[in-house]
């Protein structure tokens, strides 16, 4: 717990992350607000297991799952080829799959998007708390709201099969070129409330498990970032 703490504090010196609270006087000009997207990229995901994990029943599952990578675009196909070994997890170029890869690539083929879920849900909760009104992007609002992803992705706690996602993310909200406000926060595999956990081979084979998983780590720290801008 205490590396996952410092690698998050780590990256958020790296991106410059300073928080600032919403003062009342720029909350009194922001009734408007955009949230732009937030980029899941492949370079933050993070996979931390034990190979028991893993190999204990992926098998044909997971096989069914990436042997039709040979379907996806060559980008998916090129990125795999290559990594760690997996029983009966190839790809069309005699390359394997690792366990990390196979996650992406379910989340590929499966039109899962996490930035897309991420800002449907931060969203969604704006306006369920009317907060601001959420404009879409290109519209005309007083502010908008970007993010830094620092990490995301699945680990194990107290060497358990079952994995949980995790995700760090900085929110910066813009009137103008002015910063108004900043802040970050994180879901560990020890936070409380994060206990919507599968095994590796639901996690490469079944896109609901993963979505699921995925939304339910959003909603926790989204509502943190929710309880940072009602300060």
Request: net charge neutral; hydrophobic share 45%; with cysteine.
């Amino acid at each position: 717990m205490k590396k996952i703490f410092v690698v998050f504090c780590t990256l958020f010196l790296l991106v410059g992350c300073v928080t600032q609270d919403l003062s009342i006087e720029n909350r009194h000009k922001i009734t408007t607000v955009t949230i732009l997207p937030a980029s899941f990229s492949e370079q933050q995901f993070k996979y931390t297991s034990m190979d028991q994990a893993w190999g204990a029943g992926l098998g044909a599952g997971a096989g069914a799952a990436v042997g039709m990578a040979s379907d996806s675009s060559k980008v998916a196909t090129s990125a795999m080829a290559g990594v760690g070994v997996v029983a009966g997890a190839k790809v069309a170029d005699g390359g394997v799959l690792s366990p990390r890869q196979a996650i992406l690539l379910n989340l590929q083929r499966n039109k899962i998007d996490p930035g897309k879920l991420f800002k449907q849900q931060l969203e969604a909760r704006i306006s369920a708390e009317h907060l601001f009104k959420v404009e879409p992007e290109g519209g005309r609002a007083d502010a908008h709201i970007e993010f830094v992803v620092s990490e995301w992705g699945f680990a194990l706690k107290n060497y358990s099969a079952e994995l949980y996602p995790t995700v760090g993310i900085v929110a910066t909200m813009k009137l103008g070129d002015a910063v108004v406000w900043r802040n970050f926060e994180t879901v560990t595999a020890f936070s409380e409330g994060n206990v919507q956990a599968y095994t590796p081979q639901e996690y490469a084979t079944n896109p609901e498990a993963l979505r699921s998983a995925l939304q339910n780590a959003f909603e926790l720290v989204i509502a943190k970032l929710m309880a940072d801008l009602n300060q």
